[in-house]
Every structure is written in structure tokens, then in C-alpha cells.
């Protein structure tokens, strides 16, 4: 075959636009500042054949502008919370450019804590990194909100039991055990009429509470009883996921000195990990899997 010969090929799924937009709004209407800190992702879907086949550029709104655009909106409409800064700017490029249909617009928020209840003197203060997701379809918006890197532990009140055993099981049973992870979470909102802060911080708060109550006989049923609370308390939750290492604590073998371990010292091993990943939904709930497309590793 000649180097000349192309096959016949079409565009099918494209997006394009600025990612990680950094970028820090500051509210100083007073002497008591307040900050939002955000790491922000723009990128638009619709009518862009003509820029991939013909290299024509009339519908290509520059990713210079896109990026522009997400720091003067920090200015024009504030940052009221991750999820109606992007609900913002996917109203913004579908009013204003008649062939963007819709978009995939990210985000993702530190948080910061005042130093000493000081006015404008701060520290990173959140373990967790906040995220929040818009896909954006003609009129319908899908909210995807959530958060990583929580990491807790129980220093008892788990075990690991009743499970089968062949020529290759070395672990022990056991009552009582360390439970640690590194939280990571997403959960998709049936609405965008929701006040996004005060909703983001009442499912925190489920989450690490469920965490604390209770044995826990497996990090899957605790992951399924968390996801089971949520969705019980927030009506505005159809479905949330868990993707979270199971990072083993090993109970330090201390016989060769003569040292009785009642569960007292631990080796805390990086790797491997368990990976235990799953999803709840409300029963009966519409999927939306197109939503979570793009979405890394699981969640
Ligand atoms: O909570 C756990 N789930 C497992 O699936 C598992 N497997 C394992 O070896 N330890 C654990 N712990």
C-alpha cells in the first residue's frame, strides 16, 4: 500500500478546551478576607467538524479565551461554590456560541484555614482535595461532586472473617484489626438547585461519622453502609462511589527480643493494597453513565 492511501475515517467523540486553570479568588469586601482556591477545567463539545477535517477555525473558541473567561468569572460572579462556578460557565459558552452544545467543565478546590483566627493569614488546612464535575448536554446539566485523599483509620472495631480458604490463604482471621484508607468519593446529583457547600459538608460529615460507627466486618461493607447513609439523608443523591486502598497494618512480630504485641505495634505497609471500589445507587434511579465518562480509575 502507497504511504498516500488513507482509509475513510469520521470524528466521532471530541472536547476541547484549558485545563487546570489556577485560579485564587480573594474577598475583600472587608478586613476579614475570605479565600477560594480552585483548579479549574474548561472544554467544550458541539460542532467542531470543520476545525478537525478542514482546519477551519469559526467555531473554535480559543482555549486562551476559555481560560480568560474562567478568570473573569472569578471576578464577575464569585466563586459561591465549585459546582455554580462551573454550572456558570456551561451557561456562559452554550447562550453565547450557538454551536457549543454542551461541555465538560471540572474543578477542584483546597481548602484553607485561618491561622490563629487571623483576618487575611491562612494554611492549607483541608486533607482532602474537593472535586466537582459538569457535563453539560444541550439544557441538561449532570453534577458529579466529591472528594480524595481522606485518609482514616480505626485502630479497632474491624475485623476480617468467613472467608473461603485454599493451598494459597495465609491470612489469619481476625475481630480485631487496623481499618485505614485514603477515602476517594464521587456522587452525582439528580438537581442543580442545591446549596452545593453546605450539602458538600453534610456528606463529609455521613461519611466520616458512618466511618466511626460500628464493627466493621469488611472495608466493603462499610464502603456500602457510608454509600447507604448518603443517599438516605441527601434525596438530591442518586448514586455515589468509593474507590479506597485497604492500607494493611501488620501486627509486628516482637518474639525474637521476647516482646508480647497485643496489637500494640504495626508495620504500616505501602504497597500492595487492597483496592476495594464500588457503587450505590438509589434504587430505581435513572444511570447516567455518559456522565462519569472521563472519570479516572473507577471513580
Ligand atoms: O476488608 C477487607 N476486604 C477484603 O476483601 C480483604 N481481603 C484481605 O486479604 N483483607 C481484606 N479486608
Not at 474577598?27 to 478576607?33: G, I, P
Not at 467542531?48 to 473573569?72: C, I, L, M, R, Y
Not at 468569572?73 to 461554590?81: L, R
Not at 450557538?98 to 491561622?115: F, S
Amino acid at each position: 500500500m502507497s504511504v498516500e492511501t488513507k482509509s475513510k475515517v469520521v470524528l466521532t467523540k471530541n472536547q476541547f478546551g484549558k485545563a487546570e486553570n489556577r485560579v485564587v479568588r480573594v474577598y475583600r469586601d472587608t478586613d476579614r478576607h475570605e479565600i477560594r482556591d480552585l483548579n479549574v477545567t474548561s472544554q467544550l463539545r458541539g460542532d467542531f467538524e470543520a476545525a478537525h477535517t478542514d482546519g477551519d477555525n469559526a467555531h473554535v473558541v480559543p482555549t486562551d479565551t476559555q481560560k480568560n473567561t474562567v478568570f473573569a468569572f472569578a471576578k464577575e460572579h464569585g466563586v459561591k461554590s465549585p459546582e455554580n462556578f462551573l454550572l456558570n460557565l456551561g451557561d456562559h459558552f452554550t447562550k453565547n456560541f450557538d454551536w457549543v452544545t454542551g461541555g465538560r467543565w471540572a474543578a477542584e478546590e483546597y481548602g484553607w484555614a485561618r491561622i490563629n483566627d487571623h483576618d487575611h493569614t491562612f494554611y492549607r488546612a483541608a486533607p482532602e482535595i474537593r472535586t466537582a464535575v459538569l457535563v453539560r448536554e444541550g439544557d441538561k446539566n449532570t453534577v458529579i461532586s466529591g472528594f480524595y485523599d481522606l485518609t482514616v483509620m480505626k485502630s479497632t472495631g474491624s475485623g476480617f472473617k468467613g472467608y473461603p480458604k485454599d493451598k494459597y490463604t495465609t491470612l489469619e482471621e481476625t475481630d480485631d484489626r487496623i481499618l485505614a484508607t485514603d477515602i476517594a468519593t464521587r456522587w452525582r446529583y439528580n438537581t442543580t438547585d442545591i446549596d452545593f457547600d453546605a450539602t458538600y459538608n453534610k456528606v463529609k460529615e455521613i461519611i466520616l461519622t458512618t466511618f466511626t460507627e460500628g464493627h466493621s466486618p469488611s472495608l466493603q461493607q462499610t464502603l456500602y453502609q457510608i454509600g447507604e447513609a448518603v443517599i438516605s439523608a441527601v434525596p438530591e443523591i442518586d448514586e455515589i462511589k468509593f474507590s479506597c486502598p485497604n492500607k494493611h497494618h501488620f501486627v509486628s512480630d516482637l518474639s525474637f527480643c521476647g516482646l508480647e504485641n497485643p496489637n500494640e505495634v504495626f508495620y504500616a505497609a505501602d504497597r500492595p493494597y487492597g483496592l476495594i471500589e464500588a457503587t450505590i445507587a438509589r434504587e430505581g434511579a435513572a444511570s447516567e453513565e455518559e456522565a462519569w465518562v472521563g472519570i479516572a480509575a473507577f471513580i
